[in-house]
């Protein structure tokens, strides 16, 4: 099995910045590209960031210039720091990857997509 968590959220003010963490675990033996979506109440999940193993990133038009998706390969680990937060950020984060896990075998290879709980962000003075 292979799990994905992130951290990082909470109440910040406009014009402040967050840096949101998303740790993925279990027997992984590579994590490939990964994303953040949102979910803000009453919208649907949309993709704010990917960046691919090598490190090529793409970003949301309302992102661009104020969010920056980065990654470490050896602690599995990917961030999204956010700067110049508007309250139209609020949200609640998810990450997602694709990431080849090992099967209970130890040796079969599969591809898995999971999902983080998400980590709230909220923007407001």
């Known amino acids: 099995q292979v799990q994905l968590v992130e951290s990082g959220g909470g109440l910040v003010q406009p014009g402040g910045s967050l840096r949101l963490s998303c740790a993925a675990s279990?027997?992984?033996?590579?994590?490939?590209?990964a994303r953040w979506y949102r979910q803000a109440p009453g919208n649907e999940r949309e993709l704010v960031a990917t960046i691919t193993r090598r490190g090529i990133t793409t970003y949301e038009d309302s992102v661009k210039g104020r969010f920056s998706i980065s990654r470490d390969n050896a602690k599995n680990t990917v961030w999204l720091q956010m700067n110049s937060l508007k309250p139209e950020d609020t949200a609640v984060y998810y990450c997602?990857?694709?990431?080849?896990?090992?099967?209970?075998?130890?040796?079969?290879?599969?591809?898995?997509?999971?999902w983080g709980p998400g980590t709230q962000v909220i923007v407001s003075s």
């Open positions: 279990g027997s992984i033996f590579s994590t490939n590209a």
């Open positions: 997602n990857a694709d990431i080849l896990g090992y099967l209970e075998d130890g040796a079969t290879l599969r591809l898995y997509t999971p």
